[in-house]
Structure formats: C-alpha cells, structure tokens
T-cell receptor, first 114, second 113 residues
Framework: GAVVSQHPSRVICKSGTSVKIECRSLDFQATTMFWYRQFPKQSLMLMATSNEGSKATYEQGVEKDKFLINHASLTLSTLTVTSAHPEDSSFYIC??????????FGSGTRLTVV | EDQVTQSPEALRLQEGESSSLNCSYTVSGLRGLFWYRQDPGKGPEFLFTLYSAGEEKEKERLKATLTKKESFLHITAPKPEDSATYLCAVQAREAGTASKLTFGTGTRLQVTL
C-alpha cells in the first residue's frame, strides 16, 4: 500500500527560530500534497495545497510568509514554520494525493515552540 | 461552502455493544465521502471511500453506508482496539488535480471491557 513518511515526528524549537517538516511519498508519486494543522480534540484544518513545481495555494487566514511550502518533486513537500511563536505549537499533518491510492496521510509532527 | 457535521462528539461503548456514528454533509456535488480512523498522536488511517447514495462498504467490524445527506459508520461488536477518533471527510467535484477534503470534527470512540 501507499506510505507517506513525515519527519520529524516531534520537534521542540525556541521562539523566533524556524523549523522544517518533511513529507515524502515512499512508493508512489503524489500529484498534490496537502498540509493540515490539528489542535487538541479538534479536526484537521487545511492550511495549504501544493502541486509539484508550482506555488502553494493557501487557505484563508493562513500566513503564507510564515508557513513556507516547497513542493520540489512528485515525492517530496516541505513545510517551514518561520519565526516560530508559542501559538504555532500544534500537530501538523501532511497528505499526499494520487489517482491510484487516493489520499494518504503522514504520521504527523508535534511542534512545540518554547 | 462544504460542511461536515459528525455526531456524537464522543461515544463510550462496552465491548460487544454495537452502535453507529453519523456524518451529515452539504457539498456542491459529492465526488467522494471518506472515513478515517485516527489514533492519538498519529495521522489519519484510511478506512473507506463511498461515492454514491446507496453504496455500502465493510471491513471487519465496520460498515459504512451513504445517502444523499449523510453517512453512517456502523460498528458491530466492538473491541477495545477499536477505540479511536473516527473522522469523516467529503471531496467536492472540482476540475483539475486532486481537490481538498473537508473534515468533520470527529467522533471519539472509547470501547471498554
């Protein structure tokens, strides 16, 4: 089956620094990748949609200069949280879409900003 | 705007006590309705995709059904390992590449011995 690898699973960073999260489809090519944010006991909130080689489309209210998304290839997308603040602490999840496997989710990244 | 509402918010069952989870939706042309299972601190795990009213799918103790307005996830004789949050999501008909999923807030299921 399809596997999406997301790293790191947990990261703690200091306020003001940047952190990068990687999302990689291991055995398939993803036409589109999605980035979500999830608060405790809440559902997944879509942050942005990215297609390989083009700029990401951000949902309303999501700061594109703060959450930088790069989709360099059909198997790799990265989310960089720039100048992180404690309110950016959350659970971030990526999803890779393909015609064959539908939507496959990564295992998530718990970001804590101190 | 696409909307997904799940009920109940939380459900506690005893082992073997069957029940159903509800997912009501409004979408501008349904392309697919998805059910996922999410364990704490993990990403969602795919369960089912339903495409048209009347469709049903089964997997072990789970059965998903779909009407034009809602979907049900029936859990028959649940076991403690079925404890998780169950998420429902809809995909609208959109041209072009993969369209986004709109998620409900989930049902937190706890199955006790």
């Amino acid at each position: 089956g399809a596997v999406v690898s997301q790293h790191p699973s947990r990261v703690i960073c200091k306020s003001g620094t940047s952190v990068k999260i990687e999302c990689r489809s291991l055995d398939f090519q993803a036409t589109t990748m999605f980035w979500y944010r999830q608060f405790p006991k809440q559902s997944l909130m879509l942050m942005a949609t990215s297609n390989e080689g083009s700029k990401a489309t951000y949902e309303q209210g999501v700061e594109k200069d703060k959450f930088l998304i790069n989709h360099a290839s059909l198997t790799l997308s990265t989310l960089t949280v720039t100048s992180a603040h404690p309110e950016d602490s959350s659970f971030y999840i990526c999803s890779a879409a393909s015609g064959r496997y539908g939507y496959t989710f990564g295992s998530g990244t718990r970001l804590t900003v101190v | 705007e696409d909307q997904v509402t799940q009920s109940p918010e939380a459900l506690r069952l005893q082992e073997g006590e069957s029940s159903s989870l509800n997912c009501s939706y409004t979408v501008s042309g349904l392309r697919g309705l998805f059910w996922y299972r999410q364990d704490p601190g993990k990403g969602p795990e795919f369960l089912f995709t339903l495409y048209s009213a009347g469709e049903e799918k089964e997997k072990e103790r789970l059965k998903a059904t779909l009407t034009k307005k809602e979907s049900f996830l029936h859990i028959t004789a649940p076991k403690p390992e079925d404890s998780a949050t169950y998420l429902c999501a809809v995909q609208a008909r959109e041209a072009g590449t993969a369209s986004k999923l709109t998620f409900g807030t989930g049902t937190r299921l706890q199955v006790t011995l």
